[in-house]
């Protein structure tokens, strides 16, 4: 158990949808990140949130958005939802996170269904 | 865009052989870590070797890193069936607004 939970665990939803990815991350960690894997473009970067601030961006649509709350935990908003969006969606947390990137630990990622 | 290549592909071997699996990156880093994913399930860290650091062992794991040709190893000696996994390798490139990126990962396959 990494200590970093994410909600739901599955979801199927509709072309065009809007939902709400959820991510816990582990106690003190101040730093959270978002990636999406599928099988045709492997585990991309989406965006990194340090203690409620974005800190680096990757390759994250438009339609999809993030934050980072006063308590830490973190949600990833997807937006007009795509055939292409199926993918299983990591959070991971970490302490570092400000200006280089230690070890990060993994939630168990929520898979996405658009159809 | 992948900053770490995995080398090869896919690897199967026979339990109690070691594995041998590369990765190469194309700019400076401040470190290079390797992760493990079973099927559908998260990734889990494995080791993390600082661009200063030529060589690192956890347990039967053994890690180089060579900066001047940008490439690291990732070595686990007497495999297990319970090795059977995706191996990933990730690069924490210098600079300010650093982030972790993966390359497509490896599938280790042990028989047993």
């Known amino acids: 158990d990494s200590g970093v939970t994410q909600t739901p665990k599955h979801l199927i939803t509709a072309t065009g949808q809007r939902v709400t990815l959820r991510c816990s991350p582990r106690s003190g960690d101040l730093s959270v990140y978002w990636y999406q894997q599928s099988l045709d473009q492997g585990l991309q970067f989406l965006i990194q949130?340090?203690?409620?601030?974005?800190?680096a961006k990757g390759n994250i649509l438009e339609r999809f958005s993030a934050q980072q709350f006063p308590d830490l935990h973190s949600e990833l908003n997807l937006s007009s939802l795509e055939l292409g969006d199926s993918a299983l969606y990591f959070c991971?947390?970490?302490?570092?996170?400000?200006?280089?990137?230690?070890?990060?630990?993994f939630g168990e990622g929520s898979r996405l269904t658009v159809l | 865009s992948q900053q770490g290549e995995e080398d090869p592909q896919a690897l199967s071997i026979q339990e109690g052989e070691n594995a041998t699996m590369n990765c190469s990156y194309k700019t400076s880093i401040n470190n290079l870590q390797w992760y493990r994913q079973n099927s559908g399930r998260g990734l889990v860290h494995l080791i993390l070797i600082r661009s200063n650091e030529r060589e690192k062992h956890s347990g039967r794991l053994r890690v180089t890193l060579d900066t001047s040709k940008k490439s690291s190893s990732l070595l686990i000696t007497a495999s297990r069936a319970a090795d059977t996994a995706s191996y990933f390798c990730?690069?924490?490139?210098?600079?300010?607004?650093?982030?972790?990126?993966f390359g497509k990962g490896i599938t280790l396959s042990v028989r047993p």
């Open positions: 990730a690069t924490d490139a210098s600079g300010a607004n650093s982030k972790l990126t």
């Open positions: 949130y340090y203690n409620g601030e974005e800190r």
């Open positions: 991971a947390s970490s302490v570092q996170g400000a200006f280089n990137t230690g070890e990060l630990f």
